[in-house]
């Protein structure tokens, strides 16, 4: 299987990490960054590329990562999609969502397999709690992503490169929330600007209200400033019926009167990827739980989320 990267820096060396676990060789890397496509390259001992078309007209590839900021997408996964690749997208797969629209299609058209890296899909306690709440139905979902931000992280606390941290960090609780509930119909969102200017030019700390197309209701709390334990996490509400999930791998709460206690390993990192694999092998899209087109779902919210932190008022979710 002949693998590329499009974009080496950031995420992509945690998808370098698994595939070098599974034993699976590099056969070619790209990035603007012609140190750091020449770098990655020599570690890997493989063809390195400044050019994404370059690298894509010359290489015989498989499958091919894209590994980019959210405003750097342009053409580079349907120019891989139309050169017979199979394709793992890093999240957000877009900052504009008629280029995410356009790339959809570009995917569907090549009939090629396609994953996004949404990781808490592929983690133990989602598999888990999945089991927990078959057939049941969910009246509420809340989620929050609290991190402290390090100023010298070279891109994301700009929103023209970023799209904020909704669309770029929170995005993961968001789609979370969307596995279990299903779609998202309409949000409201508040934002705080304080003193952090000096991580990021947006807002600090927000709060996002969602109503599901189901009729369930739900929100998702997110913050740059403060790092807190268990501060990427979900909860999940109905009738008799409370599910904390954490990231640390841990589903506590209860089901019926039943308490629920479980602690697993896989954070979804590893699995996502050996996933992705085996669903190539198979040529078998079903194998997927986080397709191409379901991630652009995931970005629309977010996308409305942000048109709601300056209009203030409720935003439909395109």
């Not at 197309?213 to 709390?221: D, H, I, K, Q, R």
């Amino acid at each position: 299987m002949q693998i590329a990267f499009i974009g080496v820096g950031g995420i992509a060396q945690n998808y370098l990490g698994s595939l070098e676990k599974l034993d699976r060789p590099v056969a070619a890397v790209c990035d603007i960054n012609a140190q750091t496509a020449a770098r990655v390259a020599d570690e890997l001992n493989c063809t390195g590329y400044t050019d994404h078309r370059e690298m894509l007209e010359r290489e015989n590839l498989d499958v091919v990562f894209v590994a980019i900021p959210p405003a750097a997408h342009d053409t580079q996964t349907i120019d891989a999609a139309e050169a017979g690749a199979n394709l793992f997208v890093a999240k957000p797969v877009a900052m504009d969502l008629d280029v995410a629209r356009r790339t959809q299609e570009a995917i569907a058209a090549s009939g090629r397999i396609n994953q996004v890296g949404y990781m808490a899909r592929y983690s133990d306690v989602t598999e888990r709690a999945k089991e927990l709440v078959k057939g049941r139905d969910l009246g509420m979902g809340m989620g929050r992503f609290l991190t402290r931000m390090p100023p010298s992280h070279p891109w994301w606390g700009k929103f023209a490169v970023s799209g904020g941290q909704l669309l770029e960090q929170s995005t993961h609780v968001f789609d979370w929330l969307r596995y279990f509930l299903g779609d998202i119909e309409s949000v409201q969102a508040f934002g705080h600007d304080g003193p952090d200017n000096d991580i990021a030019d947006f807002e600090d700390s927000t709060a996002v209200n969602l109503r599901f197309a189901s009729g369930a209701v739900g929100s998702v709390l997110s913050t740059c400033s403060a790092r807190v334990r268990d501060g990427f996490m979900t909860e999940l509400c109905g009738r008799d019926l409370y599910l904390r999930l954490a990231m640390d791998t841990h589903i506590s709460g209860y089901i019926d009167q039943e308490e629920i206690d479980y602690h697993g390993e896989e954070r979804g990192y590893f699995r996502q990827i050996e996933c992705f694999l085996a669903a190539v092998e198979a040529q078998d899209q079903n194998l997927v739980r986080s397709s191409y087109a379901d991630a652009v779902n995931s970005l629309a919210v977010t996308l409305a989320a942000n048109r709601s932190l300056e209009s203030g008022t409720v935003e439909t979710v395109e």
